[in-house]
């Protein structure tokens, strides 16, 4: 595996059990990737050392040549890198039970606490200083460096290395192929088939606009559904790639009051707004949501690092081609062929009556100069009184964490629609408490 024709891809996290292998069997399953230097860094060198083991496997069972390497030098690996993925945690698992079991305290029991709310207001906190650094580091070293981040909250952390650096930077989510998923499910047909039409943030996007082989797709929709609930057409919940299972009543019960389909995780979809996660655990039964414990995590973790060792050992086979873009981004870069899909951008007008340099989460156009966002016009007005709120907060939180401003961390918290129920001084007690818990 020496041959280095292709980019060097730098993976920043390159220890992570559950992006590492899919991320790797993606690049390998593309011809146009052949021949890339690849490296893994990462604190974790042991996995690290796993994740490699399972690539080169990937490679040898693809009969493919590449070069895998693991280090834990910044500098060793942005020198010179063409594309550099980050998929990290700062803090990892014991930082996230204090965002998850605090928040329970003050009468808020989140699904997941990774994007918005108390565990996404101290995610951002403890993460935006790491990324900043990284930033600054890879523009040192690799000034044309393309920064494709997985980390959430994906708002505020790509954000963060924009208002850090120049580099080409962009979000990436596969929550919207979710919606994609269950569109193609209830009409029986492919995603090719689909025209959708969408704008939001991360994980709080709406469809504003949909056909279905060219014909109007909300009216097909109520059609379709003929007074049933989404989980009674699609006859069940989903569970996504990474393991995390979600019904559908919350996105279905929005449907029916608003008339337009938003994020089909209920799990995330239901931190964004006031009522469904607080003040008691009871309120989640309603709409069968499901909370992700740390415990849970830990498990996944241990079930994800038994498969890249059995990919390691040829055991099991590598990964089939996932719908993640991080891949088609790099090779439409690399070829300068043109590519739209989802991305995570500053709003320059994409979306017109949100606020201005939020990111938010619209289709974009992908080529060798990097991401132009898709212009899709307002939202709804009812949408946006919605959305609105969590751009402001994320802007705010950013800038707290950029400057290193305590008041205005506590005041972006107060600001979050989830702690609605709470007074000020509540929220603020809640805010020094994560802060103390998680200063390490």
Not at 82 to 99: K, L, P, Q, R
Not at 243 to 254: D, R, Y
Not at 305 to 332: C, H, N
Not at 334 to 363: M, S, Y
């Amino acid at each position: 595996m020496t041959t280095t024709n292709g980019p060097k891809i730098v993976m920043v996290g390159g220890g992570s059990y559950g992006w590492g292998p899919k991320l790797l069997s993606d690049i390998m399953q593309t011809p146009e990737m052949e021949g890339s230097e690849i490296v893994l860094l990462d604190r974790n060198l042991e996995a690290a050392r796993e994740i490699c083991a399972a690539g080169k496997a990937i490679a040898a069972a693809l009969r493919k040549e590449y070069k895998i390497r693991v280090t834990r030098s910044e500098t060793s690996a942005f020198r010179d890198a063409d594309f550099v993925i980050i998929t990290i945690t700062t803090g990892g698992f014991e930082m996230m039970a204090h965002d998850l079991s605090i928040p329970e305290k003050y009468g808020i029991f989140q699904t997941v606490g990774d994007t918005v709310g108390p565990g996404g207001w101290s995610r951002t906190l403890r993460n935006v200083p790491v990324f900043v650094g990284l930033a600054r580091k890879i523009e040192k070293y690799a000034r044309r460096a393309v920064v494709l981040n997985y980390t959430n909250p994906m708002a505020s952390l790509t954000g963060a290395i924009i208002e850090a650096s120049s580099l080409r930077t962009v979000g990436l989510c596969h929550g919207v192929f979710s919606n994609y998923y269950v569109l193609e499910k209830l009409f029986g047909v492919r995603e090719e088939d689909l025209a959708v039409k969408f704008g939001g943030v991360n994980h709080f996007f709406w469809i504003t606009d949909f056909a279905v082989k060219g014909m109007p797709g909300y009216p097909l929709l109520w059609k379709r559904l003929e007074g049933r609930t989404l989980d009674e057409g699609l006859r069940e919940g989903e569970t996504d790639e990474h393991g995390f299972h979600s019904h559908h009543a919350l996105c279905g019960e929005l449907y029916r009051e608003y008339g337009y389909l938003t994020y089909v995780g209920d799990r995330h979809t239901c931190e964004f707004l006031p009522g469904y996660v607080t003040p008691t655990a009871s309120r989640l039964k309603r709409f069968k949501l499901v909370r992700t414990t740390v415990k849970q995590r830990y498990e996944m973790r241990k079930a994800a690092r038994k498969r890249t060792l059995d990919i390691a050992t040829g055991k099991l086979p590598p990964f089939k081609r996932s719908r993640e873009t991080a891949v088609d981004i790099m090779k439409a870069i690399v070829l300068n062929k043109p590519f739209v899909d989802v991305v995570n951008l500053p709003n320059t007008g994409q979306i017109d009556n949100l606020p201005r340099l939020a990111v938010v989460e619209t289709l974009g156009l992908v080529d060798r100069l990097g991401f132009r966002a898709i212009t899709i016009g307002s939202l709804p007005d009812i949408i946006e009184q919605m959305v609105a709120p969590h751009c402001k907060v994320q802007q705010m939180t950013l800038e707290a964490a950029l400057t290193g401003n305590k008041k205005m961390a506590l005041e972006s918290l107060m600001m979050d629609p989830i702690c609605s129920h709470l007074s000020p001084s509540q929220v603020r007690s809640m805010g020094r408490d994560l802060m103390e818990a998680t200063k390490e």
